[in-house]
């Protein structure tokens, strides 16, 4: 049959494209059809879509889609399906019927099933990072969900090794000398026992990350970093000690630069140097590799945009809150005594905006501290862009710095039963925030003036966005109040009704956080009853939240409430009557910064039963140091596992 398709291909191909370049010069119609792919691979069952622009593309012309020959696949719109094993052409005419293009299309057998890799929290895997000696345990799930056995391997056991049950640990190479660091690159494969499988990335380094100019940017590709035209920059490349990370010596590392116009780089002792020239709007990328090692990974991406006497920059990101620092070149105490706009957009022109806020001069909010604003109650896994203008005299703008939202799905608890796997309760307290809406129609709020200031005698909607203060240092916070000792309540089905307080009910609602905790208080949040969970067993729960303390080494507690009644938001009670248990069935954290520090906590409680609660706060109720400060800007829980009760 394959014979048969390539005598036919060698008649019929020639003829079907001879009328390209026939059209007389001048001529109305299409000059050219170019397709997106000029070759696809697929299997019998798949689909692959490729599309096709008709030149000159002011004809605003379509095309007609068909195939060679339909006995091995079909198309729909551009949409390739594969019928049959065998070789064919897809080909795409111009609607005048004047220029064609072809794309050959390979179809190969029917995959019985696909395999993934999936991390410990189920997630599926495309490429794997991590440090020396860390250990991750993996699992393999195919397409067909029925029970298959697996087979892993790693193709350089030196890089890692794996166990039968899919435990990988990273390795790493000794070396004598101080200044080493290690960086292997190899792949990890599982095979179920018909032969199917996948294959990924793995990568064991001690890589961290590089600071440009004091500023820390995480290891990661498409990291951009704005400089300016003549400029000097000092670049420490940082690898992961058994502390922290910390600057590798130049003299362990080689540094390039993807483009030499209008950049270098200069070693200086034992340290590197960004320095550039004056050609604006162009870009190089920063790539090092590790002595005796030539994999060359990509650190970072510089690029000169124009000369800004304002120095902005992206500090960090939840869900719903991206954080921006600046500078003017002064000390950091003085540029608070400038009027600032700071702005938000939905686009990189700055044409689309999003939120924009005024600051006076000689804000105090920052009390000597380097300016930094929160902006919330924004949308999830979404690019927005920042610019911040001094407004003192004639407008001095930063360069515009681009963000993106983490991404975060919202879980209510229901009274449908779950199972083991399943996401039974996750809430964005980022979205409980100046701006959000609903949050003006949620139970039992009172909301404070003058930022850490209660005032039941001026309130005002959460719709209006400004403050006294605008962002939460290690000694002054913006926050309004949301408590349940209103008395003037609202009915309301806001999705934080069903949520509890402490004892002391005083929680506070900021700039992209829950603020638990105050020297008067020992505040704690509590879930909802989670009735997800069946009749007639327990559960081992996963619970994920990102929080900061205070201090360091400070710590909270989660703690299972058993048979206990709390008052909700949403009741008309005064909630100072509800005790917590906080004794059994606890598990605890311990906070390594200060309160900016927001860190990820993964904690399993086991021997929760439906209609039982989870406390979050401090590990007293009555211990009203203000070392019990904290913030929360999000919780998920997971069930892990269901065991009967006998």
Not at 19 to 38: T, W
Not at 237 to 249: G, K, S, T
Not at 356 to 368: L, N, R, T, V
Not at 376 to 404: N, R
Request: aromatic share 8%.
């Amino acid at each position: 049959m394959k014979s048969r398709f390539f005598i036919i291909a060698a008649i019929l191909l020639p003829a079907l494209f001879a009328c390209e370049g026939d059209s007389e010069e001048g001529s109305e119609g299409a000059i050219s059809v170019v397709l997106s792919q000029d070759k696809v691979d697929l299997h019998v069952g798949e689909t692959v879509s490729i599309s096709a622009t008709v030149l000159p593309e002011s004809l605003g012309m379509g095309v007609v889609w068909s195939v060679l020959d339909e006995q091995y696949a079909e198309v729909h719109d551009g949409a390739i399906t594969g019928k049959a094993e065998g070789v064919t052409y897809v080909i795409a005419t111009s609607a005048d019927g004047k220029q064609k293009a072809a794309c050959m299309v390979s179809v190969n057998p029917q995959v019985a099933y696909s395999v993934t890799i999936k991390d410990e929290k189920g997630q599926p895997l495309n490429s794997l990072y991590g440090y020396p000696g860390m250990s991750l345990i993996l699992s393999a799930a195919t397409s067909d969900g029925e029970t298959h056995s697996f087979s892993w391997s790693v193709e350089d056991e030196g890089v890692a090794s794996i166990t039968d049950d899919g435990v990988l640990t990273l390795g790493a190479m000794p070396a004598a000398e101080a200044a080493f660091v290690y960086d292997a690159h190899s792949y990890l494969k599982v095979v179920t026992e018909d032969g199917y499988g996948c294959r990924i990335p793995i990568r064991s380094s001690m890589l961290k990350g590089v600071m440009v100019d004091g500023v820390y940017y995480y290891q990661s590709v498409g990291t951009v970093v704005t400089v300016e035209e003549s400029g000097s920059y000092p670049i420490a490349v940082l690898y992961q000690d058994e502390a922290a990370p910390a600057p590798i010596p130049a003299d362990g590392i080689n540094v390039e630069l993807s483009n030499t116009n209008g950049f270098s780089v200069l070693k200086v002792g034992n340290t590197y140097a960004l320095v550039t020239g004056t050609i604006s709007n162009i870009s190089t990328k920063l790539c090092v590799s590790t002595i005796g090692s030539t994999q060359k990974n990509e650190m970072a991406e510089f690029r000169i945009e124009k000369s800004y006497p304002i120095k902005a920059a992206f500090a960090y990101a939840s869900s719903s809150t991206l954080s921006f620092t600046w500078t003017e070149g002064l000390g950091e105490s003085e540029d608070v005594t400038k009027p600032y706009t700071v702005a938000l957009y939905k686009d990189a022109d700055c044409t689309d905006l999003e939120l924009s806020y005024s600051i006076p001069a000689d804000d105090g909010c920052w009390k000597g501290h380097q300016p930094k604003f929160v902006f919330t109650g924004l949308a999830p896994a979404t690019e927005y862009w920042f610019q911040v203008t001094d407004t003192s005299g004639e407008d001095i703008v930063s360069a515009v710095i681009p963000a993106k939202t983490e991404a975060f799905n919202i879980v209510m608890v229901s009274e449908n039963a779950a199972d083991a796997g399943d996401v039974i309760l996750a809430e964005d307290f980022g979205q409980l925030c100046w701006g959000a809406d609903e949050l003006s129609e949620a139970a039992g709020i009172d909301i404070a003036d003058e930022g850490v200031a209660y005032n039941s005698d001026t309130k005002k909607s959460f719709t209006d966005r400004t403050a006294a203060m605008f962002v939460g240092i290690t000694t002054q916070y913006a926050q309004r109040s949301l408590t349940a000792q209103s008395t003037g309540k609202k009915e309301s089905g806001f999705r934080l009704a069903k949520w509890a307080q402490g004892q002391y009910a005083r929680i506070y609602v900021g700039p992209g956080y829950m603020f638990l905790s105050t020297t008067s208080y020992g505040t704690h949040i509590i879930t909802p009853e989670l009735l997800n969970i069946p009749e007639d067993v327990t559960a081992k729960l996963e619970i994920t939240l990102h929080a900061a303390g205070k201090l360091s080494g400070g710590e909270a507690v989660l703690a299972v409430q058993h048979n206990k009644s709390f008052n909700e938001i949403s009741s008309g009670t005064q909630t100072n009557k509800n005790k917590l248990d906080l004794s059994s069935n606890i598990q605890t954290i311990s906070y390594s910064g200060g309160i900016t520090n927001l860190e990820e906590f993964v904690v399993t409680i086991e021997g929760v039963v439906k209609g039982d609660r989870i406390a979050f706060g401090p590990t007293s109720e009555t211990d009203k140091s203000n070392a019990n400060m904290m913030l929360i800007t999000d919780m998920t829980v997971k069930i892990l596992e269901l065991t009967n009760i006998e």
